[in-house]
Protein backbone atom coordinates (compact mmCIF):
# COMPACT_ATOMS: atom_id res chain seq x y z
CA UNK A 1 0.00 0.00 0.00
CA UNK A 2 2.67 2.54 0.83
CA UNK A 3 4.86 1.85 -2.29
CA UNK A 4 1.60 2.37 -4.28
CA UNK A 5 1.16 5.82 -2.50
CA UNK A 6 5.09 6.67 -3.40
CA UNK A 7 4.23 5.69 -7.18
CA UNK A 8 0.90 7.50 -7.46
CA UNK A 9 2.87 10.70 -5.58
CA UNK A 10 5.57 10.10 -7.68
CA UNK A 11 3.46 10.17 -11.31
CA UNK A 12 1.47 12.77 -9.94
CA UNK A 13 4.74 14.88 -9.86
CA UNK A 14 6.64 13.63 -12.46
CA UNK A 15 3.37 14.15 -15.12
CA UNK A 16 3.21 17.89 -14.71
CA UNK A 17 7.22 18.51 -15.26
CA UNK A 18 7.56 16.10 -17.81
CA UNK A 19 4.54 18.03 -19.99
CA UNK A 20 6.01 21.76 -18.52
CA UNK A 21 9.64 20.75 -19.94
CA UNK A 22 8.44 19.27 -23.47
CA UNK A 23 5.75 22.54 -23.90
CA UNK A 24 8.50 25.23 -23.01
CA UNK A 25 11.37 23.54 -25.40
CA UNK A 26 11.85 27.26 -27.21
CA UNK A 27 15.02 28.74 -26.31
CA UNK A 28 15.77 31.75 -24.38
CA UNK A 29 18.24 34.52 -23.93
CA UNK A 30 19.62 35.02 -20.20
CA UNK A 31 20.62 38.23 -19.84
CA UNK A 32 22.98 39.60 -16.87
CA UNK A 33 23.61 42.65 -18.44
CA UNK A 34 21.08 44.91 -17.34
CA UNK A 35 22.37 48.13 -19.33
CA UNK A 36 22.17 46.61 -23.19
CA UNK A 37 19.52 44.83 -24.81
CA UNK A 38 20.39 44.51 -28.26
CA UNK A 39 24.00 42.61 -27.34
CA UNK A 40 24.32 41.93 -24.13
CA UNK A 41 27.92 40.96 -22.68
CA UNK A 42 27.05 38.36 -20.10
CA UNK A 43 24.21 35.85 -21.84
CA UNK A 44 23.48 32.54 -22.47
CA UNK A 45 20.75 30.66 -24.22
CA UNK A 46 18.84 27.79 -23.18
CA UNK A 47 15.55 26.37 -23.35
CA UNK A 48 13.49 27.43 -20.82
CA UNK A 49 12.72 24.49 -18.94
CA UNK A 50 16.10 24.08 -18.29
CA UNK A 51 16.29 27.86 -16.63
CA UNK A 52 13.24 26.74 -14.37
CA UNK A 53 14.29 23.62 -13.33
CA UNK A 54 18.16 25.52 -12.45
CA UNK A 55 16.00 28.43 -10.64
CA UNK A 56 14.18 25.49 -8.07
CA UNK A 57 17.83 23.55 -8.00
CA UNK A 58 19.05 26.81 -6.89
CA UNK A 59 16.33 27.72 -4.56
CA UNK A 60 16.76 24.16 -3.17
CA UNK A 61 20.76 24.44 -1.96
CA UNK A 62 20.29 28.34 -1.02
CA UNK A 63 17.32 26.98 1.29
CA UNK A 64 19.09 24.16 2.77
CA UNK A 65 22.04 25.97 3.34
CA UNK A 66 20.08 29.09 5.37
CA UNK A 67 18.03 26.54 7.23
CA UNK A 68 21.49 24.51 8.08
CA UNK A 69 23.16 27.67 9.14
CA UNK A 70 19.95 28.65 11.24
CA UNK A 71 20.16 25.40 13.36
CA UNK A 72 23.55 26.52 14.35
CA UNK A 73 22.62 26.83 17.61
CA UNK A 74 21.04 23.71 18.21
CA UNK A 75 23.81 21.74 16.72
CA UNK A 76 25.97 23.69 19.43
CA UNK A 77 23.99 23.36 22.46
CA UNK A 78 23.60 19.41 21.39
CA UNK A 79 27.57 19.02 21.05
CA UNK A 80 27.63 21.20 24.29
CA UNK A 81 25.43 18.80 26.05
CA UNK A 82 26.89 15.48 25.04
CA UNK A 83 30.13 16.34 26.12
CA UNK A 84 29.03 17.36 29.36
CA UNK A 85 27.25 13.97 29.39
CA UNK A 86 30.30 12.09 28.91
CA UNK A 87 32.67 14.19 31.56
CA UNK A 88 29.39 13.83 34.35
CA UNK A 89 29.83 9.60 33.26
CA UNK A 90 33.39 9.67 33.41
CA UNK A 91 33.05 11.39 36.87
CA UNK A 92 30.23 8.89 37.88
CA UNK A 93 32.31 5.57 37.02
CA UNK A 94 35.52 7.46 39.13
CA UNK A 95 33.15 8.15 42.21
CA UNK A 96 32.15 4.64 42.01
CA UNK A 97 35.16 3.21 41.78
CA UNK A 98 37.00 5.04 44.47
CA UNK A 99 33.94 4.75 47.01
CA UNK A 100 31.91 1.62 47.61
CA UNK A 101 28.23 1.82 47.88
CA UNK A 102 27.75 1.61 51.55
CA UNK A 103 26.65 -1.14 53.20
CA UNK A 104 22.99 -1.57 54.92
CA UNK A 105 23.27 -0.19 58.60
CA UNK A 106 22.91 -3.10 61.13
CA UNK A 107 19.74 -2.54 63.84
CA UNK A 108 19.82 -3.78 66.67
CA UNK A 109 16.37 -4.78 67.43
CA UNK A 110 14.82 -7.31 69.96
CA UNK A 111 12.33 -9.81 67.93
CA UNK A 112 9.27 -9.51 69.71
CA UNK A 113 7.64 -13.02 70.72
CA UNK A 114 4.60 -11.99 71.48
CA UNK A 115 2.47 -11.63 74.52
CA UNK A 116 1.08 -8.52 76.42
CA UNK A 117 2.42 -8.67 79.41
Known sequence: MRRLFRWLLGLSIALPVIAFAVANRRWVTLSLDPFSQDAPKAAIDLPLWILFFFGIFVGLIV??????WSQGKHRKSARDARAETAKLQTELADLRRNNPPPQPAQQDVVPFNGGFL
Open 63 to 68: GWIASW
